[in-house]
């Protein structure tokens, strides 16, 4: 059974950084893309960050570029991003997704398996 587990969330002060984690067990990690979404409440789930199965490729949404950044450590299958700078705009519930390292790393529908998310909140 493939289990995507979210950590690191919490309560932070804009400008102040949160680190998530994903553990990922069940699957063969290190052939998989990890993608990080959010979605905050009455909006659609939306792209953050993904990060392909050896670690070279990443990308990163425009409303988060230069502020946040995604690495992977396949011998811990454990992905994470890392998030400096939060504003209140940022403030959503925060899920790591895998899928194959094939097809699109924006869209929702391309990842096969999801975390149940974990909270962020900023507060201004």
């Known amino acids: 059974q493939v289990q995507l587990l979210e950590s690191g969330g919490g309560l932070v002060q804009a400008g102040g950084s949160l680190t998530l984690s994903c553990a990922a067990s069940?699957?063969?990690?290190?052939?998989?893309?990890i993608g990080w979404f959010r979605q905050a409440p009455g909006k659609e789930r939306e792209f953050v960050a993904s990060?392909?199965?050896?670690?070279?490729?990443?990308d990163i949404a425009v409303s988060v570029k230069g502020r946040f950044t995604t690495s992977r450590d396949n011998a811990e299958n454990t992905a994470y991003l890392q998030m400096n700078s939060l504003k209140p705009d940022d403030t959503a519930r925060y899920y790591c997704?895998?899928?194959?390292?094939?097809?699109?790393?924006?869209?929702?529908?391309?990842?096969?398996?999801w975390g149940r998310g974990t909270q962020v909140a900023v507060s201004s």
């Open positions: 997704a895998a899928k194959p390292d094939s097809g699109s790393d924006f869209l929702v529908a391309t990842y096969d398996y």
């Open positions: 990060i392909n199965w050896s670690g070279r490729t990443t």
């Open positions: 069940g699957l063969t990690f290190s052939s998989h893309t």
